[in-house]
């Protein structure tokens, strides 16, 4: 009789073992320190840093995989580039990269966006992927959490798209949905206006901009990343993401400098 590799396990213990955990960690994660809305590479150098200092933060994707274009690079040629000193970061990750010229990085983005995923959950951040941000929980003019439904919802027919979301806690929300800025415009929406949009390309001055404009933007809602362009109007910066992550960085140093002052 060939001898076989596997235990014996039944079909109704993997089914178990998936819900069970997923139900034991979903629902831990209700109420968090921090609640990120995407899971590209400012939300995710955020999530990171915040949870080595041992802050519960939840990380919050509409795709079922995280990295945003970190994973691609630009025109789909998967090499990213990062310029000085946002290597010191690739460093920290060790991943490996080639100097181009004096100041300016190149890098897989397979090998960097892993890294980058892995270094986060390692940190112990929480994922809830396939789930689409939906509106912003509000208390006593402060934000509060995020409604959040299974992103398939939105392909349901209109006449059975009543799925009703639920809601997360946090004692803040950040967004780092990129370009759209979902969080924030959802927010200016509720005040009946509309953000600037970002602009045109230009590298150099975008990737000064979007770090020195990181932080709060309204009581308990943040921003990172290219959401920050958007909500004031800066430039867009194309397919290098060192302002990605030390945004990301800095985000982290003002929310754990606000929370800390609270406690």
């Known amino acids: 009789m060939k001898k076989k590799i596997f235990g014996k396990i039944s079909e109704k213990s993997v089914t178990r073992a998936i819900v069970e955990e997923f139900s034991r960690q979903f629902s831990g994660c209700v109420e968090s320190d921090c609640l990120i809305i995407g899971g590209g590479p400012s939300g995710l150098m955020c999530g990171l840093d915040l949870a080595k200092k041992g802050y519960r933060v939840l990380v919050v994707e509409r795709n079922n995989y995280l990295g945003g274009g970190f994973w691609l690079g630009g025109y789909l040629m998967n090499?990213?580039?990062?310029?000085?000193?946002?290597?010191?970061?690739?460093?920290?990750?060790?991943?490996?990269?080639?100097?181009?010229?004096?100041?300016?990085?190149?890098?897989?983005g397979p090998h960097a966006c892993s890294a980058l995923i892995k270094g986060a959950c390692d940190a112990g951040i929480k994922v809830a992927n396939m789930t689409?941000?939906?509106d912003l929980v509000f208390r006593q003019?402060?934000?509060s959490g995020a409604v959040i439904n299974w992103t398939p919802v939105e392909a349901l027919p209109r006449q059975i798209t009543c799925v009703d979301p639920i809601a997360m806690e946090a004692s803040v929300v950040v967004d780092a949905t990129g370009h759209d800025a979902d969080v924030l415009n959802k927010y200016a929406s509720r005040k009946g206006e509309k953000l600037p949009g970002f602009g045109a390309m230009w590298v150099e001055e975008s990737e000064e901009a979007i770090?020195?404009?990181?932080?709060?933007?309204?009581?308990?809602?943040y921003a990172c990343g290219m959401a920050v362009s958007t909500a004031y109007g800066l430039s867009r910066m194309g397919p290098t993401f060192g302002s990605m992550l030390a945004s990301g960085r800095k985000l982290a140093e003002i929310i754990d400098s606000d929370l800390s002052r609270k406690k």
């Open 79 to 108: 090499k990213i580039t990062v310029r000085a000193p946002a290597e010191k970061v690739l460093d920290e990750l060790e991943i490996p990269y080639t100097r181009r010229e004096e100041g300016l990085f190149v890098a897989d």
């Open 132 to 134: 689409t941000f939906d």
């Open 141 to 143: 003019g402060k934000a």
């Open 211 to 221: 770090v020195e404009h990181t932080g709060s933007f309204a009581p308990g809602l």
